[in-house]
């Protein structure tokens, strides 16, 4: 995972290194972490945004985010299946990298597909969930998907 380019949910930029010693706290407080991607495309070039959610701890009046944007380009993210693959894997990267660094931490993993007639990711479904649980986490789905829908999605724009 690079460990550059990380900003808080207030705007200013932070170190990695800096969010490793609030994800602790957070875990030792009993709080969860969440994590979720999403992608939107622009002309050529689609936009990623991964986010770390912290949330629940003893104490805490809601939750503190840390999130990362970049961009790739190439024609193949106009193909929606490769963009959401794209989009968990940039997730289970990074919760994959804080499980070997919290191993008693509780993590969630949210991926923005929904289910439903008009969802045109329904169909992804059971094999990303299944992807995501081999890894021994829990995977939620819109609309339980917050992390990626709501988060994540806000700093793809």
Excluded at 17 to 24: H, T, V, Y
Excluded at 93 to 118: K, N, Q
Aim: aromatic share 8%; charged share 25%; net charge positive.
């Amino acid at each position: 995972m690079n460990k550059k380019g990380w900003i808080t949910g207030s705007g200013r930029e932070i170190i990695f290194k800096d969010i490793l010693i609030e994800i602790e706290r957070y875990v030792a407080d009993g709080g969860k972490i969440f994590i979720g991607s999403d992608s939107q495309l622009c002309n050529n070039t689609c936009i990623f945004a991964t986010a770390i959610c912290l949330h629940g701890a003893k104490g805490s009046k809601g939750g503190k985010y840390f999130f990362k944007r970049f961009k790739d380009k190439g024609p193949q993210y106009s193909n929606l299946k490769l963009r959401i693959m794209s989009e968990v894997t940039h997730t289970l990267d990074v919760a994959m990298d804080l499980m070997g660094m919290f191993p008693d931490s509780d993590i969630e993993v949210h991926v923005d597909i929904g289910r439903g007639p008009r969802s045109k990711t329904s169909g992804y479904i059971d094999h990303i969930q299944g992807w995501a649980q081999s890894t021994g986490l829990i995977c939620k789905v819109k609309p339980n998907a917050w992390a990626s829908a709501s988060v994540a999605d806000k700093h793809t724009k």
